[in-house]
């Protein structure tokens, strides 16, 4: 059966610091990942999305960057952090015929 | 206007209860319908799947999807207090990458 990794569960982190966020996926091949970012009491916002190595789709213009360096490995990346970067941060995946979209754990990232 | 707009609630319930979930969305392109349960710090979880209009059936919990009115409903039998948790409905086209997802509704079961 597939499951995603998805770590840490928790970090803080200070405004200006860099971030790395991991998630992999086992179980399946050639998935297409996303990162989601839901703020307190809001909606989910998508963030990136891939549907291979190297593909990367961004969804909105921010501070942020991903990376799919492997095919079932998913990165989100920020040089320097802001405050409203914080935030509950979530890998997802699918099959290439993205019938159902299935999610990780969270990172639940607070920028102080 | 949001392509899928749902009530943020709070809902609270006694337990028992039959608990009504509702969406509508905006796009007529729509045609795969999902409502996912996600507990406080945790990642949702994929409830129920439905494509096109028509009712699921899966334990306690009925989907229901009314294309013509663009109406999307998740209701819940014999509500439990393990029920309580923010339910989030989704919905994309065919063929499409991307998920649109409600806001969330926040549901408490009283015992």
């Known amino acids: 059966s597939q499951t995603i990794h998805q770590w840490p569960a928790t970090l803080v982190q200070p405004v200006g610091s860099p971030l790395s966020l991991e998630c992999t996926v086992e179980g399946t091949s050639n998935p297409n990942l996303y990162w989601y970012r839901q703020a307190a009491g809001r909606g989910l916002q998508l963030l990136f999305y891939s549907v291979g190595i190297g593909q990367i789709s961004s969804e909105v213009p921010q501070n942020l960057s991903a990376s799919r360096p492997q095919d079932r490995q998913f990165i989100l990346s920020s040089k320097k952090l802001l405050l409203s970067d914080s935030g509950f941060y979530l890998c997802a995946w699918s099959g290439q015929l993205n019938e159902k979209l299935f999610f990780g754990s969270g990172t639940q990232l607070s920028v102080l | ?111």
Not at chain 2, 19 to 43: D, E, H, I, P
Not at chain 2, 69 to 90: E, G, H, M, N, V
């Open chain 2, 1 to 111: 206007q949001k392509e899928v707009e749902q009530d943020p609630g709070p809902l609270s319930v006694p337990e028992g209860a039959i608990v009504s979930l509702n969406c509508t969305y905006s796009n007529s392109a729509f045609q795969y319908f999902m409502w996912y349960r996600q507990y406080s710090r945790k990642g949702p979880e994929l409830l129920m799947y439905t494509y096109s209009s028509g009712n699921k059936e899966d334990g306690r919990f009925t989907a229901q999807v009314d294309k013509s009115s663009k109406y999307i409903s998740l209701f819940i039998r014999d509500s439990q207090p393990s029920d309580s948790a923010t339910y989030l409905c989704a919905s994309r086209r065919g063929g499409a990458q991307k998920l649109v997802f409600g806001q969330g509704t926040r549901l408490t079961i009283n015992p």
